[in-house]
């Protein structure tokens, strides 16, 4: 693309919605495939790393007995959580600061695959040769698996707190003796429990990492992390090692969605083994290492919504137990340690609300990430469109005129929710009827009226969520501590050409593209000719990361600013070429111009040249660092429909049709926000119909490896139907909210209000995710006995 392919007009927005595409493909630079992922890293001398884990989910360690593993040829060390603690690396701070977790397990494990040993070798085969040889034996306890059980404090899973109790915290917003009042004087009040189940992000490579102290005792270590800075953070409050000592650096990463956020304890593991071995270690995870160390959602929510009548809502009350395994390490803000759940009202107008949740300790794996989310949002999403349709069927009322009801109108804007949030902009309606349209709404219900009428089971499911994301605010967000602010580096060459460099970490985002379309059109440069550097923290600016769909929000604005810094010089410097005062120039066209004279112009290229052989008066070089702290989040909302159909015989789902309509402000690149859409939705499809961590009474995970926690492949994936609606934010630099989330916070409930639709006239009006075929099939021979309509 060049600058004379760009539109004329001088508003970014208007610039930026109208989305032309780059092409990168020849450039090898952006080639997928072709990099440095952590595995393809090798250094002299390097060691391999293998763990070894406890087959029971909770039980006091008698004895760890290694002779036999230290007899395997190549095998150089086996170090336990005693050694770690004499070294001072015994805990891992979680965080969001409430909680510290086990490096090793000390005394007893707590949770299934809990991580027990390490082992050093000079092969990989040899350290998982080894790894099985460590005799450790246990004395199996009781083991408590749910967040119901967890609550009586029968058995008390941390010993180690001070609070002899299970519960970790209770957070609640909103105004809650108003609510219950007005759901008393409520006509008629939906009351649902709904469970979102325990779900993993199962990213393409898991995670891994190469730590080596080089000949000074500096730390260079090589990690799959979405987060570098606070990494180098991390590991300096966990090793005591000074961070001008620690280098960062995430190669090519081969997806993240939140499970490379927290730091490892098999992190931690490989530095003690290169600090005090003296040589690089190496550790990858294997799959059912990677599917047993983390997790993400496992709410279990009871919500109340009261309407009156006519449908018109009236109140909204949420209580939920949160089950946050056997250490606090979901990576919350600290003051909002249940993440951003208070966007459960969702885009509607609920005159008031309370939400509240208790979290509790239970005997499975810590985590509590956010897979594909901005801190629980996708659970919020999820519970608050699932009662909007369960209220239409009580009510006889259309789910899309419900909706219409109660949306929140564009003129509300900003929008302050019951629930602590400022909206920032909206449209939800003419959202709503793009959708609507394209999909052919009022046909579908033909078709499905002429169906239903012969027995056959078709479903319409609605989902029309808004989010919020671009965590950055630091009045509101921090991780341990660290204010999630972003920064920005931009150096402009005297060729025109540049570098940019920021503190986030794509992981597939296409961060590539983005940062340098943002900076080109800022200053009327070519594209193609930034290189865009991310992931070292000996070069990058400090920033919180890629996660929770904060790098347009938080990075683009801070790239979008400190172009603009880069622009003011640039007047200075064309006002000297020019010869007219600075006040006399306008940015029009791509050029400054001395208003009045268009002929009369400089472009940047001619500026950036100028600012290394000519500047006049004015400092040399043309550069800019910038950190931005934005005044809010943004709310990118969406209407997605889901059509199905489901064989009553069998309870087989197939998914018909799909339609998703976004909006998230600004459109930066069209190509890579149908990219993200089409990744998410088929997340979103995964968990609603095939994906779980469930656990049995004694606490065994049964879904350990791909077999058991299933992926869907091009046969199973449907095929999906992107368009968008525009409304900037109006505080954003460039208008732009974000929708690498949006498609896994808005799908599930569409594809579960779907097949809940088509199995209405049976009686059925709920069934917990994943709707497997067993659940469905279920559902319909129960509904059909007559024996129950809750599922």
Known sequence: MTIADRSANDNPSEKFAMGKSMKRREDPRFLTGQGNYIDDINLPGQLYMALVHSPYPHANILSIDSSAAMQIPGVIAVVTAKELAAHGVGRLPTFHGFDTQMVLADGKVLYQFQEVAAVYAESREAAYDAAELVEVDYEPLPAVVTPQQAKTDQTIIRADREQQTNHIFNWSVGQQ?????????????????????????????????????????????????????????????????????????????????????????????????????????????????????????????????????????????????????????????????????????????????????????????????????????????????RAMDILADDLKIDPVELRRRNFIQPEQFPYQSPLSFTYDSGDYERTMDVALERVGYQDLLKEQAEKRARGELMGIGISTFTEVTGAGPSKNFDILGIKMFDGAEIRIHPSGAGIIRTGTKSQGQGHETTWAQIVAEELGLDPNNFLVEEGDTDTAPYGLGTYASRSTPVAGGALALAARKIREKGRKIAAHLLEVDELDLEWKDYQFQVMGAPDRSVTMKEVAFAAYTNPGDNEPGLEATLYYDPPNMVFPHGTYIAVVDVDRE????????????????????????????????????????????????????????????????????????????????????????????????????????AVIDALSPLGVRHIDMPLTREKVWSAIRTAEAGSAAQV
């Open 177 to 385: 003796e108003e609510t219950e009042q007005a759901l008393a004087a409520s006509d008629h009040v939906v009351k649902q429990h709904i469970v979102y189940q325990r779900v993993h992000a199962a990213p393409l490579e898991p995670c891994g990492c190469v730590a080596n102290f080089d000949a000074m005792g500096r730390l260079k270590f090589y990690v799959t992390s979405q987060a570098t800075h606070v990494y180098r953070t991390a590991l300096f409050l966990v090793t005591g090692i000074p961070e001008d000592k620690i280098q960062v650096i995430a190669p090519d990463i081969g997806g993240g969605f939140g499970n490379k956020v927290p730091v490892y304890p098999g992190y931690i593991c490989a530095i003690a083994g290169a600090l005090v071995i003296g040589r690089p270690v190496k550790w990858i995870e294997t799959r059912t290492e990677n599917l047993t160390s983390s997790f993400a959602r496992d709410y279990h929510m009871d919500i109340e919504l009261g309407a009156t009548r006519e449908g018109k809502l009236t109140a909204m009350k949420v209580m939920t137990d949160a089950d946050h395994g056997a250490f606090d390490a979901a990576a919350d803000p600290s003051k909002y340690p249940a993440g951003m759940f208070g966007i459960i009202t969702g885009s509607y107008d609920v005159p008031t609300a309370f939400a509240s949740v208790d979290a509790y300790f239970t005997n499975k794996m810590p985590g509590g990430i956010a897979y594909r989310c901005s801190f629980r949002v996708t659970e919020a999403a999820y519970c608050i469109e």
């Open 650 to 753: 069998t309870g087989e789902t197939k998914v018909r049709r799909f339609m998703a309509i976004d909006d998230c402000g600004t459109i930066i690149n069209p190509m890579i926000v149908e990219g993200q859409v089409h990744g998410g939705l088929t997340e979103g499809f995964a968990i609603a119909f095939m994906q779980e961590i469930p656990y049995d009474e004694d606490g065994n995970n049964l879904a350990t490896n791909l077999t058991e926690y299933l992926i869907p492949t091009s046969l199973e994936t449907p095929s999906w139907e992107t368009g968008h609606t525009v409304t900037p934010s109006p505080h954003h630099p460039i208008g732009a909210k974000s929708v690498g989330e949006s498609p896994n916070v808005g799908s599930p409930a569409a594809f579960v209000n």
